[in-house]
Every structure is written in structure tokens, then in C-alpha cells.
């Protein structure tokens, strides 16, 4: 794994698919195996960078494996990749297994689903810029709201195995338990802080959770349950980073947190993209230019889509 | 055989490898498309579109999916002439492919300002003049649904452009589109490129609102292609076979076989454009599926094919 930021060779890959497990009702863990030189290239990937799958020829589910709310427009033809992170890269022999954690919202995840052990899938990776870990922080904040959970697995990943003087800890947030995509069960969820998720603890990383209506853990933002937490704790901001990931309105909280109490915070974006690769111009993030008062667009897919949350110029 | 197929083309007098162009607005200036495609095996490039000075281009969203396309509104994002001399010119005029440097504005003196600064260049072959963007307020598609303006920016550019050739982007915009192509031929157009994006919507019904920031988006992908394809032949019988101006076809072309259809339809070369987001090595792929179409057809050159729609 590397540490610095120089991106890994990225390239268009077949990968095979090993794995695609529901953990939830919504969410589903998907397992990519790749080969010769994609391994090697998916082997050198970092926390928050992506992948673009086509999921054209992916076929869609029985209809009754339909849910309602999407059996409106399940048929529409898929055209464009889809972005995914990763929540984990492990490397086996001369194979990279890569883990993406997804969550059926529309016609491509939905077609994603039927995928199994044996299917193999175009991807185009890995793209992007990943999370940075600047120089003496010896306390990490890993900020997930809802899907954002899955790059920070990887990142706790690699925090805890190469960066063994850096504290880490994880906060997770969505609406309710059941939007919570981990594999515990919903019951275990903790209603006390200190609970632990095991996509976390397994790697020796101490997690909060947080839902909106309390159906879980704190009740209430997560980025609330970080100030607060944040309140109690007297570290100095300069020791601390934070990284978030997650709906873009969480991560304009989350950064205003950062800034408040001087701890320099890195957000991975979402945007819908067409290339993933610098081509469509699609992607726009708005940042603040070197000029006062005069704001750039920078590219989601090839600029971030991790940012330094100083530079964001956060629409929600 | 099918080494022995000829696929080169004479497109407005510049001898091109093959008829296989990028289209504008797709692949940047070259540099990103590099990692992913051998830029060198096309037959042309054509640059997103360069404007006088720098263009930060619309909100987001600037694109949406729709069934078998896409809706784009990006703004004519782009780093401005100047910036294009100095950063990305040297990049292409290592490139062998011929480069057609795509030109937007708002004013007449807008599109001249930019060619002027560019016509003495030798990384150039030509120039785009996109007189069909559905995506900015000012100039853009109104300078290319009526004839008397295309005539009058056509021929101020061709002034302007001296030895290059002058290729005019059309609208499917309009209630007769050979019109157009005839106005802009006539003012002095060596070239053209057809068709530019459908003026398109989609809807949020949940807050009733446009999708895209821009409120609509240019519609491009395989949704337009039977359209694009008729309209090429269209304007090929019409204006392009009588006048000679070559006409580069591009809507919606995924495979070779897309790519043939508007050769035969009267396409003397062809543009990929939304094909190069989700196969950014895909234009390589459509050489040389042309190159086999020709040889189990027993065409000796791609030349032959253009405008030969039987009855």
C-alpha cells in the first residue's frame, strides 16, 4: 500500500466477480477479483479512490426480486459506467480482491444485485485521487453518513497497518438503523456509545453510531455526535485529521466542525459523472480560487473526489 | 485481405489514416484520453470547444442518463485561447491525427478573435465552427438556426482561418437542415459535421424540477442516432454531394457498424463522441471493425462506400 499520493496505473480491466453479498435490506457487498497487470494496479489503489463499473449487459432481477419503489423505471436501459469506491483491497498471491460496498437506489445497482461468483464485469480503475495522511496527526476521524462508510473501511484499514502511531476512530451515521450498511444485526447496534462495528473493529477501530430518529446508537446527526464528541475530548486540533464520507449536506457540517476547532479534514465528493475519467466535464466541484471572492470548478473524478474541505465550496 | 484494405480518406483535402474522428467536447484536449486510447490511430481530433477567454461552464448537474443517452449541459467549460497556445497546443501538435480546434463565442468577433489567434498554428488542420451548442445563453445554437447569420459568421471565419479548413457544426435544431448546410457551403464552408445534440429535458417528479442545473441539456448517445443518420443523408443528397464539401457524421455511433451506417448514408468520415465515456478505447475498436466490414465486403477503400444508399 502506498503512502503518498501518487495514483496507481489505472487502465480498462475485466474483473471476476467472486462474490455479491445482501448484508441488509438495501445493502450489498460485491467481490472483485482482478488479474495481471489490474491487479497490480488495483493492489496500489488508495482509500477513496474509485472504480467505473458497466453494468449495461447486467441483467435485472426476477421481477418479483423487484422492489416497488423502483419497479417504475427497472427497465431503463443502462448507458453510462457507475462510480464505486472500495471498502477493501486485499492482495492474494498474484490476484487483488476488491470489495465494494453499494446500495440499490436505480436501475444500475438494481441490475448490479444478479451479479454472482463466475460473472465478470468491466472497470474502469483506479481513478481518482485518495485520502491523504499529512505529516505527525496521531488522531484519525473517520465520518460516514449512510454508503460513505465504505471507503473509510479501507482507510481504517490502512491507517491501523501503516500508520500504527495515529489514533483511529470511526463515527457512522444514516437515517435509521436500517440504513445503517453494516452486517451487524440491527438488534446488536448498540443504543450506548463505545459500540463497536465489526467492519471497524476488525481492524483495532473503535466506532460511534448515529441515526437521525435514535433507531441506533446516538440519536441524531452524526456530525452533532462528532461536535459533541469533540467537546468532551481535549486533543489539540493540530494533532487530529479528519476524513469524511457521505451525503454532501453531512460533509458541509462536518467540515464547518473542522474548521472550527482547527483540525484539517479531507471529504471524498459525489457527483454524477459520465467518464470518470477527466473526458465528459460533468463532475464539477466548486472550490475557492487563489483570488478572493472568485471560486474554479475542479474535476470530481480526476482533482478529488477527495478534497481538502477548505477548498469546498459545499452545495447542499 | 483486410490488410489490403485502404481506409484512408481525403476529408476537404487533408489526407486522413482513417475516417475516425473524436468529437468535440468528448475527449478534452487529447491529454486525458492518452492513458486510455493509442490517440495516434485516429484519423482526427477535434478539441472541446475554445473560446476567447476562460469558461468555468454551468452548474452541476451538468449531465443526466436517460434510456439510451444522455443529457449534457456542460457550458463550454474551457481554459480560454490563450492558455490553449501555451498548455495544450505543444501536447497536439505531437499527434498524428489531423487537429480541428472546436470555436465557440458569443460574437461574430468572438469566433474570429479565436481563429485569427489560431490559423497560423501548425499543430492545425482546420477548425469546428460550433454554431450548434444548445447549452449557453448567448451565441451558440442562435448563430446556427438562421441561414443569414451562418452565412455571414461562416464567411467571416473562413477570412479569418486562411489555408485551414473551415468545417460548420449544424444543429438538428432546425425545420430544414440542408438549408443551413447550404447557407454555411455557400459563405464558404470546406466542410460539414452533423449532427450536434438535441435541446432536451428530463424532470424530477418528485420536486418537479429540471434534473439538470441548466434546467435542459444537449440529448446525445444512441437514443439520436437513427436521426443523426438520416439527417446525413439527408444533407448529402441535398447539398454535400453537388458542392463536394465532405460531411464528418456523428450522433450516437457506439460500433463500427454505427459508424458505416452514416458512411453509406453519406458521411465521408465520423465523429465518436458520448461512445468515449464508457470505452474510452472504443474509436480504436471502430477502425478496425471498418477495416474488416471492408474487407469481407471487398472494398478496396472506405472512399467508395460514402453516399452509396441503394434504393
Not at chain 2, 474522428?21 to 472541446?48: H, M, P, Q, R, W
Request: proline share 4%; net charge neutral.
Amino acid at each position: 500500500m502506498t503512502k503518498n499520493c501518487i495514483a496507481a496505473k489505472k487502465g480498462v480491466f475485466l474483473a471476476a466477480v467472486k462474490a455479491n453479498k445482501q448484508i441488509g435490506r438495501r445493502f450489498y457487498r460485491l467481490r472483485l477479483e482482478f488479474s495481471g497487470p489490474a491487479a497490480e494496479a488495483f493492489a496500489n489503489s488508495k482509500p477513496g479512490q474509485f472504480a467505473q463499473l458497466n453494468l449495461s449487459g447486467t441483467a435485472l432481477p426476477a421481477a418479483k426480486d423487484i422492489p416497488d419503489e423502483l419497479a417504475n423505471n427497472a427497465r431503463r436501459n443502462i448507458l453510462l459506467r457507475r462510480p464505486f469506491s472500495f471498502a477493501d483491497v486485499t492482495c492474494e498471491d498474484d490476484k487483488t480482491l476488491v470489495d465494494i460496498l453499494y446500495c440499490v437506489v436505480g436501475p444500475a445497482s438494481l441490475r448490479m444485485t444478479t451479479l454472482s461468483a463466475g460473472d465478470s464485469v468491466s472497470v474502469i480503475g483506479p481513478l481518482g485521487t485518495g485520502f491523504c495522511v499529512p505529516e505527525g496527526k496521531k488522531r484519525a476521524l473517520l465520518v460516514a453518513g449512510g454508503m460513505g462508510a465504505g471507503p473509510l473501511q479501507h482507510l481504517a484499514k490502512l491507517l491501523t497497518a501503516d500508520y500504527p502511531n495515529i489514533d483511529v476512530m470511526a463515527f457512522a451515521g444514516a437515517k435509521t438503523a436500517k440504513e445503517l450498511p453494516f452486517g451487524a444485526r440491527l438488534d446488536e447496534i448498540s443504543q450506548q456509545l463505545g459500540f463497536s462495528l465489526r467492519e471497524f473493529a476488525d481492524y483495532g477501530v473503535e466506532s460511534l453510531v448515529a441515526t437521525d430518529d435514535g433507531s441506533a446508537g446516538w440519536k441524531g446527526l452524526v456530525s452533532d455526535c462528532l461536535a459533541e464528541w469533540l467537546g468532551q475530548a481535549a486533543f489539540a486540533g493540530n494533532d487530529m485529521i479528519i476524513y469524511s464520507c457521505g451525503p454532501e449536506a453531512m460533509l458541509a457540517k462536518v467540515a464547518d466542525i473542522a474548521l472550527k476547532n482547527n483540525i484539517d479534514c479531507q471529504v471524498s465528493m459525489e457527483r454524477m459523472m459520465a467518464c470518470g475519467i477527466g473526458l465528459c466535464q460533468s463532475c464539477a466541484v466548486e472550490c475557492k480560487a487563489d483570488r478572493p471572492g472568485k471560486t474554479v470548478y475542479k474535476l470530481c473524478c480526476k482533482d478529488g473526489p477527495v478534497f481538502d474541505s477548505r477548498e469546498v465550496i459545499f452545495s447542499a | 485481405m483486410k490488410d489490403n484494405v485502404d481506409i484512408s480518406v481525403d476529408f476537404a483535402g487533408i489526407r486522413l489514416a482513417n475516417p475516425v474522428f473524436t468529437a468535440s467536447g468528448t475527449c478534452g484536449y487529447a491529454d486525458e484520453l492518452a492513458e486510455f486510447a493509442d490517440v495516434n490511430a485516429l484519423g482526427g481530433f477535434i478539441t472541446k470547444s475554445i473560446t476567447v477567454r476562460p469558461r468555468k461552464g454551468n452548474p452541476t448537474p451538468r449531465i443526466v442518463e436517460t434510456d439510451s443517452g444522455m443529457l449534457n449541459a456542460i457550458g463550454l467549460a474551457n481554459i480560454g485561447v490563450h492558455k490553449f497556445v501555451e498548455e495544450k497546443l505543444p501536447v497536439l501538435e505531437k499527434l498524428s491525427p489531423a487537429v480541428f480546434v472546436n470555436v465557440a463565442g458569443e460574437t461574430i468577433n468572438d469566433y474570429v478573435t479565436v481563429v485569427e489567434r489560431l490559423a497560423s498554428e501548425r499543430a492545425i488542420a482546420g477548425f469546428e465552427l460550433n454554431i450548434s451548442c444548445p447549452n449557453v445563453a448567448k451565441g451558440g445554437i442562435s448563430f446556427g438556426t438562421e441561414p443569414e447569420q451562418v452565412a455571414k459568421i461562416t464567411s467571416a471565419v473562413k477570412k479569418a482561418a486562411g489555408e485551414k479548413v473551415l468545417m460548420v457544426k449544424l444543429s438538428p435544431a432546425v425545420t430544414d437542415i440542408s438549408i443551413i448546410a447550404r447557407a454555411a457551403v455557400e459563405a464558404g464552408a470546406d466542410a460539414l459535421s452533423l449532427i450536434n445534440t438535441f435541446t432536451a429535458m428530463v424532470i424530477d417528479i418528485e420536486s418537479r424540477k429540471p434534473v439538470l442545473a441548466n434546467k435542459t441539456g444537449g440529448l446525445s448517445g444512441p437514443a439520436i442516432k437513427p436521426i443523426a443518420v438520416y439527417l446525413v443523408n439527408k444533407v448529402y443528397n441535398e447539398v454535400a454531394k453537388s458542392s463536394g464539401a465532405p460531411i464528418l457524421g456523428i450522433g450516437g455511433i457506439m460500433t463500427a457498424s454505427d459508424a458505416i451506417e452514416f458512411i453509406i448514408a453519406g458521411a465521408s468520415a465520423v465523429g465518436i463522441g458520448t461512445a468515449n465515456f464508457i470505452e474510452p478505447g472504443c474509436t480504436i475498436k471502430i477502425i478496425e471493425g471498418i477495416k474488416n466490414y471492408c474487407a469481407r465486403n471487398k472494398i478496396a477503400s472506405i472512399k467508395e462506400l460514402t453516399g452509396t444508399l441503394q434504393e
